[in-house]
Structure formats: structure tokens, C-alpha cells
């Protein structure tokens, strides 16, 4: 499977963007999919995940309410959806692919393959 993330970009501070996830190979819409960021000097973090059916969804606590995690399996894309941005939110931002069936993971280290990276910049 391989990922590619687009749709970062430079906003102010209350604004949004959209994140996508395009992945490519034939089992790509059977994994979870999860997006992940790291911001300058910190390590990497996890933020959302979503069920490889979308009926499952998992976010971290600093942003409920103000991200959302969708897909759509017959694009092979997920998306991330981010509202009301803060300053903090500034990093880049990953996608990964989780080939296991179960529970949504918040460790980066159960993810098998991962996009390239988006950089999000959230202007004060």
C-alpha cells in the first residue's frame, strides 16, 4: 500500500483546512487508517483514526470537537478535516495504514506504511 498525503497549507489561527490520504493497491480500502503530526522538536503524535468500514473513529483530547476523520473506500481516500485551528496544531502531518483487524491504534509503531508528510501552519 502506499499513501499520499496533500491539502496542508499556511492558515490563521480559527480557520480549516482538509487533509487527504490517496492510497494506492488493491487492499488498500481493508486497513485503518490513521493520521499522525510532529511538530519542530517534539515527537511524533497520534490524532485520529478511523476504521477501514468508517464506523469507528478515535481522536486524541486536543482535538475533539474540532477535527474529523472521514474516508471514503471507493476514492481510496481519507480525509481529515481540521476546524477552529490553534497554533499548536502547527506540525507536519502523516497518514499510516494499519493492517490489523480489531481495535483503532494510537501507537505509530502498529502502523504499516505511511505517506510522506503534509506541513499544516497555523498562524497566530
Known amino acids: 500500500v502506499q499513501l499520499q498525503a496533500s491539502g496542508g497549507g499556511l492558515v490563521q489561527a480559527g480557520g480549516s483546512l482538509r487533509l487527504s490520504c490517496e492510497a494506492s493497491g488493491h487492499t488498500a480500502s481493508s486497513y485503518s487508517v490513521g493520521w499522525f503530526r510532529q511538530a519542530p522538536r517534539k515527537a511524533r503524535e497520534f490524532v485520529a483514526a478511523?476504521?477501514?468500514?468508517?464506523?469507528?473513529?478515535y481522536y486524541t483530547d486536543s482535538v475533539k470537537g474540532r477535527f474529523t476523520i472521514s474516508r471514503d473506500n471507493a476514492k481510496n481516500t481519507a480525509y481529515l478535516q481540521m476546524n477552529r485551528l490553534k497554533p499548536e496544531d502547527t506540525a507536519v502531518y502523516y497518514c499510516?495504514?494499519?493492517?490489523?483487524?480489531?481495535?483503532?491504534?494510537?501507537?505509530?509503531?502498529?502502523?504499516?506504511?505511511w505517506g510522506q508528510g503534509t506541513q499544516v501552519t497555523v498562524s497566530s
Open positions: 478511523i476504521s477501514w468500514t468508517g464506523t469507528s473513529t
Open positions: 499510516a495504514a494499519d493492517s490489523a483487524i480489531g481495535s483503532l491504534r494510537t501507537r505509530d509503531t502498529f502502523y504499516n506504511y
